[in-house]
C-alpha cells in the first residue's frame, strides 16, 4: 500500500500546485510539472528502500514471487478456484509487461461466467458492476474529456494512480479469486470515486452549458 501511495501522493502534491495558476499557465505548465512528478517518482522510490530492506525493490518482487507460488500451490491442493497471467518473470521488465492483465483482473474479474461457487457470485457480480461503470461512464462522457476533469482535479487522479497500482500489486502476487476478493477492498473505493465522480462532474458541467444557453435564447 505504502509503495502505491507514494506515486499518487507525489501527483497529487506536484498538481495542486498548477491549481493556483490562471487557466493559460495551467495549461501551460501541466506537462512540465508531470514530467517533474515522474522524475520525483523514480527519485524517491530508490530511497524508500534505503529506509527499510521490506521496501527495496528486490525484496519487493522477491515477497511478490513467493506470495504468488504459495497461493497458487495452496489453490491446487485445496481445489480453489484460481486464474493465471502466463509464464510471469518477477523482474522489472517481467512485471511490466504484465501490468494490464493484472491490474484488469483485480478490477473487473472474476467475471460471471467464470463462477464455480455460490460465493464467488458475490465477487462476479461486484465486478462486473465496476467493469459497466467504467464502460458506461468513458462511452458517456468520453475518453478526452474524462482524462481533462482528471487532470483539473489532482485529488482524483491520485486517487486512479493509487487504486491502479495497487490493483497491479494484488492482480500478479495473489492468483486466487477468493483471496483477490478480500485483498483488493483498498482500492476499490479509490477506483470507483476516480470513475464516477467525474461523471458527477460532467453532468453539472453540462447542465450549467444549458442553462446558459437558454439563457442566452431567451434575451436573444
Avoid: H
Wanted: hydrophobic fraction near 50%; include cysteine.
Amino acid at each position: 500500500m505504502l509503495i502505491s501511495y507514494i506515486p499518487a501522493l507525489i501527483l497529487w502534491l506536484v498538481l495542486s500546485v498548477s491549481n493556483g495558476f490562471n487557466r493559460f499557465w495551467r495549461i501551460a505548465m501541466r506537462p512540465i510539472l508531470l514530467l517533474f512528478a515522474l522524475a520525483a517518482i523514480f527519485v524517491v522510490g530508490p530511497q524508500v528502500g534505503k529506509v527499510s530492506e521490506a521496501y527495496a525493490l528486490e525484496q519487493v518482487l522477491a515477497t511478490a514471487e513467493t506470495t504468488s507460488t504459495y497461493i497458487a500451490r495452496v489453490t491446487e491442493e485445496k481445489g480453489g478456484t484460481g486464474y493465471s497471467l502466463g509464464n510471469v518473470s518477477y523482474t522489472p521488465q517481467g512485471l511490466i509487461v504484465l501490468f494490464p492483465r493484472a491490474v484488469t483482473v483485480t478490477l473487473y474479474q472474476p467475471m460471471l461466467y467464470e463462477v464455480s461457487n455460490p460465493v464467488m457470485l458475490f465477487s462476479a457480480l461486484e465486478s462486473t458492476a465496476v467493469l459497466f461503470f467504467t464502460i458506461f461512464m468513458l462511452f458517456r462522457i468520453g475518453l478526452a474529456r474524462f482524462v481533462s476533469i482528471l487532470t483539473d482535479n489532482p485529488f482524483l487522479l491520485a486517487a486512479l494512480v493509487f487504486s491502479v497500482f495497487f490493483a497491479f500489486a494484488v492482480g500478479v502476487s495473489t492468483l486466487n479469486y477468493g483471496s483477490l476478493a478480500r485483498y483488493k477492498i483498498p482500492c476499490l473505493p479509490f477506483y470507483g470515486l476516480a470513475v464516477i465522480y467525474p461523471y458527477s462532474l460532467y453532468r453539472k458541467q453540462r447542465k450549467a452549458r444549458e442553462e446558459e444557453r437558454k439563457v442566452k435564447t431567451a434575451l436573444a
